[in-house]
């Protein structure tokens, strides 16, 4: 049974900082390409934010190049998302994701943290 549960989330001023985390069990990160999600307050859609496949490549959305930073660690089998230099824009529940085929299927969901930027 694959579990993905992310922490991290709170409230922080513009300009503010978080990391989250997604902690992984039934699967092993690194084999999968996991991928940070958001959905916006009023938004159906969710983003992709950011990145990183099986190989260790990483790729983001234009709105957060620069300022987030996707990164796992083997060990603890769990996947991270540093935001720097956060803006309002920026409030969203947050989900990890994992993608086995590579194809952006999405094989398992976590149950998403919530991000909130104050102006």
């Known amino acids: 049974q694959v579990q993905l549960v992310e922490s991290g989330g709170g409230l922080v001023q513009a300009g503010g900082s978080l990391r989250l985390s997604c902690a992984a069990s039934?699967?092993?990160?690194?084999?999968?390409?996991m991928g940070w999600y958001r959905q916006a307050p009023g938004k159906q859609r969710r983003e992709l934010v950011a990145?990183?496949?099986?190989?260790?490549?990483?790729n983001y959305a234009d709105s957060v190049k620069g300022r987030f930073a996707i990164s796992r660690d083997g060990a603890k089998n769990t996947v991270y998302l540093q935001m720097n230099s956060l803006k309002p824009e920026d409030t969203a529940v947050y989900s990890c994701?994992?993608?086995?085929?590579?194809?952006?299927?999405?094989?398992?969901w976590g149950q998403g943290t919530q991000v909130t930027v104050s102006s």
């Open positions: 994701a994992a993608d086995k085929a590579g194809d952006y299927y999405i094989d398992a």
């Open positions: 990145r990183i496949t099986s190989g260790g490549a990483t």
């Open positions: 039934g699967i092993i990160v690194s084999s999968y390409h």
